[in-house]
């Protein structure tokens, strides 16, 4: 019997922990009934009633497996740690707040049958603010006009995933990872399937200013070489620009040294517009250096505080890794034997 996992990430969701639970496992149930299934939750360090509530939901089910993770370990990495911690043969990622419908769980399934190893749910319209839904639009159009990788417009992550590109993922070694992005680049075949984004169920989004900034910024330093290139060629025109100027000025203070005044106002703004230039591309490649910075120190993606019911796949493991060596052992004896 094949096993799904659903991998839920959370941060302060008490309204939503415990109806998501219920509505994943009614739908595996009744949809799904030839699986067997878990449901994990990764909580990153919620400060409301989530892990007490996670709790009783693990005590009450022991196909619910629980990670509590020590502190805010952030959006990307937090749910990247969760999937390579599944014992399934395909995990799927969806968010606690349910804009990202359960009844999609189906359909991602019956198309992994199918041989796809991605599925993944791509937004065609969305019930929250209008605006930011255009404004990522617009996001993910540039990044597919700077990016060398094609990426995916209206993608949030959530999908299925083969355990086969959970082991790419592993493989990878990767400390401040973008699956969107990795997806993109090092996926197998994708089947997308579309969706409405409906509103959040309760609650109030975690996806203020700071964090939407901080996913375009890893997005831009991680897949495009523009921002690079924009200082190289900008910075190369505005010094052949001030060249110009530069030899005009002195070329017609020669020639009419008495009724050519150089006044200060063409200085001044001159070093203004240079010097906001200067520092909005020093800012530009802080971000580059920041991106390389936290890769270079290779810091783990998260560091656990507790887990819940994983007690008995580590036994099976355990038990699976004993029946190896034991026919190693018995396949060396043969070898002697011979």
């Known amino acids: 019997m094949k096993k799904i996992s659903v991998l839920i990430p959370c941060y302060n969701e008490e309204e939503n922990v415990v109806p998501i639970s219920e509505a ?15 449901l994990v939750f990764i ?34 990495n937090s749910p990247y740690y969760g999937m390579l911690q599944i014992t399934g043969d395909c995990v799927i990622e ?18 992994w049958e199918k041989g796809y190893k ?17 404004l990522r639009g617009c996001y993910y159009k540039m990044m597919k006009k700077l990016s060398d990788v094609e990426q995916i417009e209206q993608f949030t992550g959530s999908g299925l995933y083969d355990r086969d590109f959970i082991e790419v993922l592993r493989n990878l070694d990767d400390p401040t990872p973008f699956l969107r992005g990795i997806v993109a680049e090092l996926g197998f075949k994708i089947k997308q399937i579309p969706y409405e984004q409906p509103k959040r169920r309760a609650g109030e989004t975690k996806n203020h200013f700071y964090q939407l900034y901080d996913a375009a910024m890893l ?4 897949y495009t070489k523009a921002g690079l290139r924009l200082a190289t060629i900008f910075g190369s025109i505005c010094s052949l620009i001030s060249m110009v100027v530069a030899v005009v000025y002195l070329v017609m203070k020669l020639m009419y040294w008495d009724r050519f005044p150089a006044g200060m106002a063409p200085v001044l703004i001159g070093m203004c517009f240079l010097g906001s230039v200067q520092i909005f591309f020093i800012g530009l490649m802080g971000e580059y250096i920041l991106s390389i910075n936290a890769r270079v120190m290779k810091r783990p993606l998260v560091i656990e505080e507790e887990r819940l019911n994983f007690a008995a796949g580590k036994e099976e493991d355990g038990l699976e890794n004993c029946e190896d060596a034991d026919l190693f052992a018995a396949s060396l004896e043969d070898g002697d034997n011979v």
């Open 24 to 38: 994943v496992i009614k739908t595996l149930q009744k949809d799904l009934p030839e699986y067997d299934y878990e």
């Open 43 to 76: 909580d990153n360090d919620s400060q409301d009633h989530t892990r007490s509530l996670i709790r009783q939901l693990c005590d009450e089910n022991p196909k619910i497996k629980a990670i509590f993770n020590a502190r805010n370990f952030g959006q990307f």
């Open 94 to 111: 969806m968010v606690a707040d349910f804009q990202d419908p359960v009844e999609l769980i189906p359909q991602y399934v019956h198309e």
């Open 118 to 134: 991605i599925v993944i749910g791509i937004k065609t319209s969305s019930k929250e603010n209008r605006l930011m839904y255009w």
């Open 219 to 222: 997005s831009i330093t991680s």
